[in-house]
């Protein structure tokens, strides 16, 4: 069964860096196709980061500059580097990894088929 499980969330202040992890049992991340969302309660999951079909990494336009998507291969592990956190940054952060039933582009939710639960970034101005 696989099972992807984010660390790493929390608490920070306006300007602060945050790392989230995300660690996979079941599942061998490719160089591609992996992905970080994001999700405020009433709006859509909004796609952060990823690695697409090319091997590209790929940021939301809100993000770029500040985030950086990254994997550890020995750990199977794939990363989120976050800096300049904003408070617009607060919400739930989800992992993402394989090719889902559709491809709808690198940072449409319906083009992945693993997702992890999620890990809680809040961000105070």
């Known amino acids: 069964q696989v099972q992807l499980v984010e660390s790493g969330g929390g608490s920070v202040q306006a300007g602060g860096s945050l790392r989230l992890s995300c660690a996979a049992s079941?599942?061998?991340?490719?160089?591609?196709?992996i992905a970080w969302f994001r999700q405020v309660p009433g709006k859509e999951r909004e796609g952060v980061a990823v690695?697409?079909?090319?091997?590209?990494?790929v940021y939301a336009d809100s993000v770029k500059g500040r985030f950086t998507i990254s994997q550890d291969n020995a750990k199977n592990t794939i990363l989120l580097e976050m800096s300049g956190l904003q408070p617009e940054d607060t919400a739930v952060y989800y992992c993402?990894?394989?090719?889902?039933?559709?491809?709808?582009?690198?940072?449409?939710?319906?083009?992945?088929?693993?997702w992890g639960q999620g890990t809680q970034v809040t961000v105070s101005s």
């Open positions: 993402a990894a394989g090719r889902g039933p559709e491809w709808r582009g690198p940072l449409s939710a319906v083009s992945y088929n693993y």
């Open positions: 079941g599942y061998t991340f490719l160089n591609h196709d």
């Open positions: 690695i697409d079909d090319w091997a590209r990494r």
